[in-house]
């Protein structure tokens, strides 16, 4: 089993269209898991995460967007500039593991594991993130709900990275929430992000370890806009009641070893109410 | 697909590659070390303690749960149980043995001693490797500070006030040294 360490992206995307069985290493929060337990007995692996080009994040004040590497890590996300750029992203990340989890893990990883239960995902899913990947043939890019396929799953084709996602820079009140046994080293049992866009008068709320992958509850969203003052900033307790309600309704929970179905779907109500009002105040 | 046992000449070399079999090097507290003989998909932290015989780092979850095992790699704090061994080669890489020579504890170490910190001892090594971090990011931590960068490290005898207390006896004491130097 070689382990190919490539510093550039045409040297990673040549080495890995030569061996695309190779096992995609960034962080290795979660592949070395399954190294050490003997679940995976990879042939090759590809470490992504000293390719420059995957390293870093820029912003693009003409677009108002940040594109953001595959290989930063959880805890550069937490850092300002950026932090202040995508709030929610550094929120998100501030709930991964533990710091030595921080230093290690990737965006890039998160989207590469495509769980359900992956803190950065419902972020990129309410901020209509668009994942980009490229391959020794070319380069392409996907809206974040074309590229998560199911539990574990996405679009990636076996010979392509995921280099970057691209996110819009959002005037309005984001959060992320997230429920587990402890604050730290806590797989989510379930979370929610929201992403309040002022200027554009939208709502966007994404949910996640309720269903195969993450869920935006658009019926939430339609109704937010409706209900809302974005003028004023306020929503009245009765929106906020049926904020959560809708939320609720849009969860497609499961009972398993971490909570049951009818407690995911209730945390769901409770989060999606408290960031709408964390957004909006009471009148 | 190209078979992967005949070199690519279209591949450009990367600036590290291990091999099956091969020999390689890793760069622990300063040193070169070889790691002969592995399968190159262990751990830092089985490499560091089977191979390399560097028994300070604990194993105990090995899915980075527990931070019994934190080592620096390239500087960062990380647990070595989730770290390939062979994806280190050329990164600086400090375990517990090179925070300071034996009989010459660290001032970490020493008020983990004073404060009592240390109980059964399995989690110190991991929670000193992280206490050094702490305090090289944040010289002067509130109480909340030290609770969040330490929740990485699992201790199941003292119940984290003593350790608590370490952190705090080291920011101080830093602290006065620090001031003393001026006055000096």
Same mark, same amino acid.
């Given at each position: ?7 550039? !992206? ?59 590497? *595959? ?26 593991? *533990? ?33 980009? !990947? ?6 392409? *890019? ?89 003028? *004023? ?51 | ?18 091999? +099956? ?5 890793? %760069?622990? %507290?300063?040193?070169? #070390? ?14 560091? #303690? ?38 280190? =080669? ?11 020579? =034996? ?8 008020? +983990? ?8 001892? +399995? ?13 090289? #990011? ?7 500070? =030290? ?5 990485? %490290? ?14 705090? #006896? ?11 130097? =001026?006055?000096?």
């Amino acid at each position: 089993m070689p382990v190919l360490v490539p510093t550039s !992206l045409d040297q990673a995307v040549s080495m890995l269209s030569a061996t695309p069985d190779a096992l995609v290493l960034a962080g290795g929060t979660d592949a070395m898991v399954e190294v050490n337990a003997g679940h995976r007995k990879p042939h090759h692996v590809l470490v992504v995460n000293r390719v420059a080009e995957l390293r870093s994040w820029t912003f693009d004040p003409e677009a108002s967007t940040v594109r953001i590497g *595959s290989a930063v890590t959880y805890a550069e996300l937490m850092e300002p500039p950026i932090a202040d750029l995508v709030p929610a992203l550094a929120e998100a990340s501030r709930t991964v593991g *533990s710091p030595q989890i921080r230093h290690a893990g990737t965006l890039g990883g998160n989207l590469g594991t495509c769980s359900p239960a992956g803190d950065g995902l419902p972020v990129l899913a309410a901020l209509d993130a668009i994942v980009h !990947l490229a391959s020794a043939t070319g380069e392409r *890019s996907m809206p974040i709900g074309e590229f998560m396929v199911g539990v574990k799953r996405n679009a990636r084709r076996p010979d392509e990275l995921i280099t970057a996602v691209t996110v819009p820079v959002v005037s309005g009140y984001q959060g992320y929430s997230k429920v587990g046994v402890r604050n730290a080293m806590v797989i989510a049992l379930a979370t929610a992000c929201i992403v309040v866009d002022t200027p554009g008068r939208t709502v966007r709320l994404a949910i996640g370890s309720v269903g195969t992958t993450i869920i935006r509850c658009t019926d939430a969203e339609a109704f937010a806009a409706s209900a809302v003052d974005f003028d *004023s900033g306020t929503a009245s307790g009765d929106t906020v009641t049926r904020f959560g309600e809708l939320a609720a309704a849009a969860s497609r929970p499961i009972d398993d070893h971490r909570a049951t179905a009818d407690y995911r779907r209730h945390a769901i109500g409770v989060m999606a109410g408290r960031l709408l009002r964390r957004g909006f105040a009471n009148v | 697909m190209s078979d992967p046992t005949v070199p690519d000449p279209t591949v450009p070399e990367p600036t590290g590659s291990v091999g +099956f079999d091969e020999l390689y090097q890793l %760069n622990v %507290n300063g040193e070169t #070390r070889d790691v002969r003989d592995a399968w190159v998909g262990e751990s830092l932290l089985y490499v560091l #303690r089977e191979r390399l015989g560097l028994m300070g780092s604990k194993g105990a979850c090995e899915q980075g749960e527990c931070g019994s095992c934190s080592v620096m790699v390239d500087g960062e704090l990380v647990c070595s149980c989730l770290v390939m061994a062979a994806s280190a =080669i050329d990164q600086p890489i400090v375990t517990i043995e090179g925070v300071a020579p =034996i009989g010459s504890p660290s001032d970490v170490q020493q008020a +983990f001693v004073d404060a009592g910190a240390v109980q059964c001892g +399995f989690c110190t090594p991991g929670l000193i490797m992280a206490t050094h971090a702490l305090l090289e #990011r944040s010289a002067e931590p509130s109480e909340f500070e =030290i609770r969040e960068e330490l929740s990485g %490290n699992v201790c199941r005898c003292t119940g984290y006030g003593r350790i608590i207390e370490a952190v705090q #006896r080291v920011s101080v004491s830093r602290r006065a040294d620090a001031e003393s130097g =001026i006055a000096s």
